[in-house]
């Protein structure tokens, strides 16, 4: 079978712009959506003859909103991406952009697995991050995607503009009471970006120790609910874990199509031109949209892998970190491995900067 080998598609048009978002999203360009579909497929193409890209085991609609790029269109870009049998297909949505008729042109395309922007089930939560949907439309978006077959998950941010600890908790109550109930939920801190209007904004900035509570309370109330975390993000009924993203933290090999899309194979990264118009034009012309790249060496490949490894929970190898009595709280020791506590969880990122390649790495 090969190794994992992974795609993900940029699809950058949005409705409105997110007020933490600093994405490649752009809320004035519809208009490009069928020449940029052709872009992609043409990219891709071109991907599958100069670099003889694997057959895919997973694709990722990302964004902006791929729920709001036409289905049909969505459908022949998908149709262009060589994949093995049992690839997870993901696509992101917007709760409003849920219908009928989308969902069966993603199901005959091949779509597996939809993730809902949900964020918050609580409207003036939603507001304070910019948000234009409405948490009432959550519950039929989900059993839409239910009745025609996906695996669902949700994507939440915590820690937003006049939310509380009571908020939160609805929050999480509210999406495990969905039918069918999510078998993975994403809860992620909210993050404030340069350039963003949250970022003008100090009164809607968030609290970190606000957030370390409200980040124990999704552990308590997701793995009550037989979610497992496997990445400090990410919770999952084991066996329905985001093959896709799990690639990304194993250091695995993808291709990016479409505007501002990353790609890595063996070291190498390389990204494309950032702007839908600018991307639509070069593989238009017979131009290459790469706008750089670079190549990891042994070294900092290695360190990476671990910084990746120690989010998850296979954790690191045990010689990874020193064992010091002010760490100890903060890992859990499993074989010749360590991972994180949930205390340490909330510290991963400061944790990661005390890692040390050990002298033998495991294959």
Known sequence: MGDPFGVYVHVPFCASRCDYCAFASWTDRDHLMARYAAACVTELGRAAAAEALPAATTVFFGGGTPSRLPGELLAEILG????????????ECNPEGATPALFASWRAAGVTRVSFGVQSMSPHVLAGLGRRHD???VPGAVALAGEAGFEVNVD??????????GDWAATLAAVLALEPRPAHVSAYALTVEP????????????DEDVQARRYAMADAALGGAGLRWYEVSNWAVPGHECRHNTLYWRQ??????????????????WWNVRTPERYVAAVEEGRSPVAAEETLDADRRAFEALALALRTAEGVPADALDDEPELRPLLSRRGDRVVLTLRGRLLA??????????????A
């Open 80 to 91: 262009a991406v060589a994949r093995r049998p049992g690839a997870e297909v993901t696509a």
């Open 195 to 206: 350039g963003t209007p949250l970022a003008a904004d100090r009164a809607r900035h968030p």
């Open 135 to 137: 948490p009432a439309a």
């Open 252 to 269: 695995g090999d993808y291709r990016g199509i479409g505007c501002a899309a990353h790609s890595h194979r063996r070291g190498r990264r």
């Open 156 to 165: 939440l941010i915590f820690g937003g503009p006049g939310e509380s600890d």
């Open 349 to 362: 990122d400061e944790l990661s900067r005390r890692l040390r390649v050990p002298t033998i790495l495991p």
